[in-house]
C-alpha cells in the first residue's frame, strides 16, 4: 500500500502545486519580498508541518509527510527543490548544519555537513601583494570553492531516520527539472541585480535571455541538467556526486576558471566525511535549547545572549528601545567572545562548556549598563580557554536558507543550509548546480598582531559559520518549537530574536519572524529600516548607541508545537510558507 502510495508521489506533487496557486499569485504579485516584508497568514496544522523559503519546496515536503515519510524524508525533498527554485542560496554544491530530534529516543543529534578547504589549501589563499584579498575578488571563481557537503549530510541523516526510498525523495524535484518551475520575483530580482554570474557561460545560458536580460518572473524554467544529475543521485546515491563524471566536471569547474581558479581534486571530494558533534544545549528561563557546536557559532552566541537576557524581566518590557539596548549589549558581549574564540574543533580546543558556563555568562551580564551603551564589548576569560588564537573573521552566509520540519510522529528537523555568498562562486557546473563560495568564511589574514588566527585556511578545514538551527523545549522535555534563519553573521541576532519574541513577548510564530530585526554585532546597533524597530533609533542613541538603520532580510522558519497541532511562520521578507495537514 504505501508504495502505491509512493509511485504516486510526482502526481501528488503536481496536484498540491496546484493548490498552492494562491501562494504562487502572491510571490509574483508582491516583487518587494526581495527587499522588503510581505504578508503571510499564520500556518496551522494537526499532524505535520514543513516550513521552506518557497512554496514550492514547502509543497514538496508536505508531500512527502503525507506519503508517511519521516521529517529528514521531508527535509531532503524541500532541499532538492529548494537548489532549483532558491538556487542563489543552498544547493548540493554547498553545505548545511542539520539538528534533529528522535521523539521515540528523547535525543537531539547534530549533523556537520559543513564545506571544508581542499587538501591542497594554505593559510594564505586570500592574500594578494601581503594584504587580504578584496572580498569580490576571493569570491568570483575557483579559489573561493569548498568541498561540498549537503547531498552527504542529506544520504547520512537519510541512513539514520529515513523512512521512505532515497530515489522517491528526489521525485519531487526531478519533476520539476524536467518540466519547469515559474522564475520568483526574487529571483528574478537578485539576477537583475548580479553583476558577476552573467560571466559565467551555464549560467548565463540558464538564468539570462540571449539579450542578457534575466528570465522574467512566471517564466517556466527548465534544467534538464540537474534533471540528469539528480537521475544518477535517486540511482547511485551520493557516490554519483563525490565521485565519477559529476565529481570530475566539479573539478574541472573549479580548477579551470581563466582567472581564480582553485585547487579542489577528486581525492578531496571521495574523502569528504559528515561529523556528528556534540549538542550545544542550555537552559532559558524553563526552556532548553539545542543547537549546532562548532564550527557554527550560533548555539554558543545565541545561548550566550539569552542567558545574559534572562536576568531581565523581557515580558514586562514588551518591545522597544529598552529591550532593544539590553538585546543589542547581550549582542556585542556574546560576538566578542564568538570572534576570539569559536572555529573549527577538529583544528583548536574550542572552549564550548565555558562559554555556555552559567556562571561565566551571569559575570558578562554585570558589565551590561541599563542606562548606557557599552560600545565595543572585550572578550571574557571563560572557563578551559585556550589562549593565543585569534578568530575574527564574521563570515558572510548570504547565500543561505533554513527549513523546519516536524512529522507525524513527533520528529524534527532543523536545517540551515548555504553556498555562501548569493549565488555563491558564481560557477555553474554541467551538472545544473551552482558551487559555493564557502572558503571566503575563513580569514583572510591568517595572522592578527603576529598570533595565528584560529579561523584562518588550513586543509581540511571548515569554516567557521553563524548558522544557527534550533530546538527548543518545555519544562517537560516536549519539543515545543523548530527555529532558523538564513543572513550571515546577523542569523544570530534573527534567530535570538525570534526567540525572545516568541518566549517571552508570547508571539506566534508568524509574528516572531516577522518582527523588525535589531541588535549588535559588537559594531554598530542595527535597527531595521522600515520596521517597528526604526523607532527606537532616538532612543538608543541617548543611550549612547551609534545605530544604523540597515535593510535585514532574514528568511526565519518557525514550527511551534501545541496541544492543538501546530502553528507555522515563514519569514514575509522571502517567499516561503509554513504549511502541513
Not at 561529523?275 to 545561548?303: D, H, N
Not at 572558503?439 to 567557521?464: I, M, Q, S, Y
Request: proline residues 7%; charged residues 20%; aromatic residues 6%.
Amino acid at each position: 500500500m504505501r508504495r502505491h502510495a509512493l509511485l504516486l508521489l510526482p502526481a501528488l506533487l503536481l496536484a498540491s502545486l496546484a493548490c498552492q496557486a494562491p501562494a504562487l499569485a502572491q510571490m509574483q504579485a508582491a516583487p518587494e519580498a526581495a527587499t522588503g516584508r510581505s504578508v503571510r497568514s499564520l500556518g496551522t496544522a494537526q499532524r505535520y508541518m514543513a516550513a521552506a523559503a518557497n512554496p514550492l519546496a514547502a509543497s514538496a515536503g508536505r508531500e512527502i509527510l503525507r506519503a508517511g515519510g519521516s521529517a529528514v524524508d521531508a527535509a531532503i525533498a524541500v532541499q532538492l527543490v529548494l537548489n532549483l527554485v532558491e538556487p542563489q542560496s543552498s544547493g548540493i554544491g554547498g553545505g548545511a548544519f542539520l539538528v534533529h530530534w528522535d521523539e521515540a529516543a528523547r535525543k537531539v543529534t547534530t549533523l556537520d555537513g559543513r564545506e571544508t578547504a581542499p587538501a591542497a589549501a594554505k593559510p594564505d589563499r586570500f592574500m594578494k601583494d601581503g594584504k587580504p584579498m578584496p572580498f569580490r575578488e576571493a569570491v568570483v571563481g575557483g579559489r573561493s570553492v569548498g568541498v561540498p557537503g549537503t547531498l552527504k549530510l542529506l544520504e547520512e541523516a537519510h541512513r539514520r531516520w529515513g523512512k521512505l526510498p532515497f530515489a522517491d525523495l528526489v521525485a519531487p524535484a526531478l519533476k520539476l527539472a524536467e518540466e519547469g518551475f515559474p522564475v520568483s520575483p526574487r529571483l528574478n530580482g537578485l539576477l537583475a541585480r548580479e553583476k558577476d554570474l552573467p560571466k559565467n557561460a551555464l549560467a548565463a545560458a540558464y538564468f539570462y535571455e540571449p539579450d542578457g536580460k534575466p528570465r522574467a518572473v512566471g517564466t517556466i524554467l527548465k534544467n534538464p541538467a540537474f534533471a540528469a544529475t539528480l537521475r544518477a543521485i535517486a540511482a547511485k546515491g551520493a557516490d554519483a556526486f563525490y565521485k565519477g563524471p559529476i565529481a570530475e566536471d566539479i573539478v574541472a569547474t573549479v580548477t579551470g576558471h581563466p582567472s581564480n581558479p582553485g585547487d579542489i581534486a577528486l581525492a578531496d571530494l571521495a574523502a569528504y566525511r559528515v561529523e556528528e558533534r556534540e549538542p550545544v544545549c542550555g537552559a532559558y528561563r524553563v526552556w532548553r535549547l539545542c543547537g549546532m557546536g562548532p564550527p557554527s557559532s550560533g548555539a554558543v552566541a545565541i545561548q550566550q545572549m539569552l542567558g545574559i537576557l534572562e536576568g531581565q524581566d523581557l515580558r514586562r518590557m514588551g518591545p522597544g528601545a529598552e529591550a532593544a539596548h539590553w538585546f543589542s549589549e547581550a549582542g556585542r558581549l556574546a560576538f566578542a567572545d564568538r570572534n576570539l574564540y569559536l572555529a573549527d574543533p577538529g583544528f583548536l580546543s574550542v572552549p564550548v562548556t565555558g562559554l555556555i558556563d552559567r556562571d561565566y555568562i551571569r559575570s558578562r551580564a554585570l558589565l551590561v549598563n541599563p542606562e548606557r551603551s557599552m560600545g565595543r564589548a572585550k572578550a571574557g576569560d571563560p572557563p578551559n580557554k585556550r589562549a593565543g588564537l585569534l578568530a575574527p573573521s564574521d563570515g558572510i552566509e548570504h547565500g543561505t536558507s533554513h527549513i523546519s520540519i516536524v512529522d507525524a510522529a513527533g520528529n524534527a528537523v532543523a536545517m540551515t543550509t548555504t553556498i555562501e555568498d548569493g549565488f555563491g562562486s558564481r560557477l555553474m557546473t554541467k551538472g545544473g548546480f551552482l558551487l559555493n563560495n564557502e572558503l571566503t568564511d575563513f580569514n583572510f589574514a591568517p595572522e592578527e598582531d603576529g598570533k595565528p588566527v584560529a579561523n584562518r585556511v588550513e586543509p581540511g578545514k571548515r569554516p567557521r559559520s553563524s548558522m544557527a538551527p534550533t530546538l527548543v523545549f518545555d519544562a517537560f522535555g516536549r519539543l515545543y518549537a523548530v527555529v532558523g534563519s538564513p543572513g550571515g553573521s546577523q542569523i544570530i541576532g534573527y534567530v535570538a530574536k525570534s526567540l525572545v519574541a516568541l518566549l517571552d513577548w508570547r508571539m506566534d510564530p508568524q509574528q516572531a519572524v516577522d518582527f523588525g530585526n535589531f541588535g549588535s554585532r559588537n559594531g554598530p546597533t542595527e535597527l531595521e529600516k522600515g520596521t517597528e524597530a526604526e523607532a527606537w533609533k532616538a532612543a538608543l542613541e541617548a543611550k549612547g548607541h551609534e545605530v544604523r538603520l540597515l535593510e535585514m532580510t532574514s528568511g526565519t522558519q518557525a514550527i511551534v508545537k501545541t496541544p492543538e497541532g501546530f502553528l507555522g511562520g515563514a519569514d514575509g521578507r522571502r517567499e516561503g510558507v509554513a504549511i502541513g495537514d
